[in-house]
């Protein structure tokens, strides 16, 4: 009796990687053709590293948790980076979407960027609202 349990336990488990991995695959396809452009205009327009701007492209949640004083520390820190170029690389990730199974929807990016300064690693975390992006989360750092 306990084997035939553990052969039903596996084969459950089996069935729902392999229904959140096609999940997350037409996630996946879905959103490069909204949230991928989408990622490239928002570095583009909070670049220019001016508070009321980045503001612009926060989600509300964001705003809570981002004391002014390390909004100003982050685009200090931030702006050393220059001017938005380009996407050099950008990967979907398919744990933060299977989570967002069981909540709000979040899409997740990470990639390497081109800007003045040359490449910068980031990792965004954005939320859909009312057909817009807003970022929930970013970091950035310089690639060495």
């Known amino acids: 009796m306990q084997v035939q349990t553990l052969r039903i336990i596996i084969a459950f488990l089996l069935t729902t990687v392999v229904m959140l991995y096609f999940y997350t695959n037409r996630e996946k396809d879905y959103y490069s053709k909204s949230a991928e452009p ?5 570095l583009t327009e909070i ?3 001016q508070k009321h701007v980045f503001l612009l492209h926060l ?14 520390s982050l685009l200090k820190l931030y702006s050393g980076f220059g001017r938005f ?5 950008i990967n979907f990730s398919r744990t ?8 709000e929807k979040r899409i997740n990016y990470s990639g390497i960027a ?7 690693s980031f990792n965004i975390t954005l939320i859909e609202r009312g057909g817009y992006f807003l970022i929930y989360n970013l970091t950035m750092a ?3």
């Open 114 to 120: 081109h800007f003045d300064v040359g490449e910068v």
């Open 38 to 42: 989408a990622v490239a205009q928002i």
């Open 96 to 103: 933060v979407s299977a989570f967002s199974l069981a909540g």
């Open 85 to 89: 170029k380009s996407i050099k690389e």
């Open 59 to 72: 989600a509300p949640e964001a705003k809570q948790t981002l004391a002014d004083e390390s909004l100003e």
């Open 142 to 144: 310089k690639s060495t």
């Open 47 to 49: 670049s220019v590293w």
